[in-house]
């Protein structure tokens, strides 16, 4: 029979306190699983540990950034002692910078690479060799619209999500044979502090973006549980190398004739 339970399983969150990657998590612990999850600072981890709290989510939270390779590998090994093997990971850490693309330094360019494509290769390598050797595993990379499309003043973003569906694509190729499934979800525009400044009042984007999704609204974050649910269980065992898009139809639509 299909089944959706995650129980008995581990999952690590990246950034996780708030936004898409806590409502994640919180989906996946209904579905059974145990929660772990990073943030970048003490007060973050604080904050998402009150909040799992109020959720009724007993859930563990590390400091760790995600782009250095020897705190992460220390976060893994952590894991590994006090909890056990991840079983499901999802790469939900990212920022965002949005300037035009020449006004950018290389370094806001190189940074963004880093948080957005080279971290959940770091934190996907960390993981693999202990699913492996359990016989399997579940890694969800956090995509985006600019996975595939471009706009005004996102290079770095565009440049590193886009990466991020082919490193995808790559780990579904490579680890496939060890029953290790690896896809993307690529969240449309959902209203989170990441976008709040896309959301201001009087703002052009919000009324653009309203006009240009099907569903006529910005996306929340528990738009993305049931899609994080699917592809962290067995229901989607044969589901390698997708990028599940959650955009209320926007990849679809042409946009409104004027
Ligand atoms: P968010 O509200 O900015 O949350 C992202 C989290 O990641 C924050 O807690 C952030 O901490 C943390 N983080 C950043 N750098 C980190 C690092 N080096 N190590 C550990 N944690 C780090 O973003 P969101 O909107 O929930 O987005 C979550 C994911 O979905 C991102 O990958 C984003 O690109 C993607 N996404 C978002 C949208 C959208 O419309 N919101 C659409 C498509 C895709 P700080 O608070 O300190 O930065
Ligand atoms: C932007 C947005 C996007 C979204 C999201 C779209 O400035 O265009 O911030 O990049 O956050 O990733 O899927």
């Not at 806590?22 to 904050?47: C, Q, R, S, W, Y």
């Not at 896809?183 to 009042?201: C, K, S």
């Amino acid at each position: 029979m299909v089944s959706f339970s995650l129980k008995g399983k581990i999952a690590l969150v990246t950034g996780a306190s708030y936004g898409i990657g806590f409502a994640m998590a919180t989906a996946l612990a209904e579905a059974g699983a145990k929660i772990v999850f990073n943030d970048i600072a003490p007060a973050l981890v604080e904050k998402g540990l009150e909040a799992y709290r109020e959720k009724g989510v007993e859930a563990t939270g590390y400091v760790c950034d995600v782009t250095d390779e020897e705190q992460v590998n220390a976060l893994v090994a952590t894991i590994e002692k006090e909890i056990g093997v991840v079983d499901i990971l999802v790469n939900n850490a990212g920022i965002i910078k949005r300037i035009p693309m020449h006004e950018m330094s290389a370094a806001d360019f190189r940074q963004v690479i880093d948080v957005d494509l080279n971290a959940p290769f770091i934190v996907a390598k960390a993981v693999i060799p202990s699913m492996i050797k359990k016989g399997g595993g579940k890694i969800i990379n956090i995509c985006s619209m600019m996975s595939e499309l471009g706009r005004e003043t996102v290079s770095a973003y565009a440049a590193a999500k886009g990466g991020l569906k082919m490193l995808t694509r790559n780990i579904a190729s490579e680890y496939g044979e060890y029953n290790i499934q690896c896809n993307g979800i690529g969240p449309g525009y959902i209203a989170t502090p990441q976008t709040a400044p896309l959301r201001e009042a009087g703002h052009p984007f919000n009324s653009f973006i309203i006009a240009k999704t099907p569903a006529a609204r910005w996306g929340t974050p528990e738009d993305l549980q049931g899609p994080a649910i699917f592809l962290a269980s067995s229901a989607s065992d044969f589901v390698n190398g997708h990028v599940l898009y959650v955009d209320g139809g926007i990849l679809a639509y042409i946009g409104k004739q004027p």
